[in-house]
């Protein structure tokens, strides 16, 4: 049940552009996207909800393949401050508590 | 607000011991859950929540006791410390918008090992 991400790991130069992968073998309701520094607790970035929607937030932004079951997180212009761990979770039903996540995939931006 | 509040920050238990961490979040959050995150392993829901009275298991709530008697708190108790137990425990929250959950707010997380 656990969604399948990729890569694992990414390293990037500033200013280059990434895209994370996020894959369900089961029907999705709901994607969450989430990004946690090292020793930190992971930061909630944005929810896409079923109906296909894509959706922004500064340089970084998602989309939700309904029919595929998948999500894709863009990262456009990277900055060193998206250096990080990124988690997709993914949720059943709408109301559902239970809440599942990927395995992370690492993103390194050097100057 | 305080957001939600974890602690201890840092425990180190003796296998077989019992402890229980506490989570507390002041945001009037019906959705709480506890994950474990392990390295190379993600996050693994443990027990979660979707309301005060109502709780249920994750993938890995073996060893693991959760109750939910008031919306602000939701403690986690490891019955008998095992060293597989040894880990980074993160309580988070989240609100219903639009017949919806929302994204977590997650706590600081407490480092647990167990010796």
């Known amino acids: 049940q656990q969604p399948v991400q990729s890569p694992q790991a990414v390293i990037l130069r500033e200013g280059e552009d990434a895209v994370i992968n996020c894959s369900s073998s089961k029907a999705l309701y709901s994607v969450h996207w989430y990004r946690q520094k090292h020793g930190e607790a992971p930061v909630f970035l944005m929810i896409?909800?079923?109906?296909?929607e894509q959706k922004g937030h500064e340089k970084i932004s998602a989309s939700f393949n309904e029919k595929k079951q998948q999500s894709s997180l863009y990262l456009t212009a990277s900055q060193l401050s998206y250096s990080g761990t990124y988690f997709c979770?993914?949720?059943?039903?709408?109301?559902?508590?239970?809440?599942?996540f990927g395995q992370g995939t690492t993103l390194q931006v050097k100057p | 607000n305080a957001g939600v509040t974890q602690t201890p920050k840092f425990q180190v238990l003796k296998t077989g011991q019992s402890m229980t961490l506490q989570c507390a979040q002041d945001?009037?959050?019906?959705?709480m859950s506890w994950y474990r995150q392990d390295p190379g392993m993600g996050l693994r829901l443990i027990h979660y929540?979707?309301?005060?009275?109502?709780?249920d298991q994750g993938e890995v709530p073996n060893g693991y006791n959760v109750s939910r008697s008031t919306t602000e708190d939701f403690p986690l108790r490891l019955l008998s410390a095992a060293p597989s137990q040894t880990s980074v425990y993160f309580c988070?929250?989240?609100?219903?918008?639009?017949?919806?959950?929302?994204?977590?707010?997650f706590g600081s997380g407490t480092r647990l090992t167990v010796v």
């Open positions: 929540s979707v309301g005060a009275g109502i709780t």
């Open positions: 945001m009037n959050h019906e959705y």
């Open positions: 988070a929250s989240s609100y219903s918008l639009g017949g919806t959950r929302r994204g977590y707010t």
């Open positions: 979770g993914t949720g059943y039903s709408s109301n559902t508590g239970k809440l599942i």
């Open positions: 896409l909800l079923k109906g296909g």
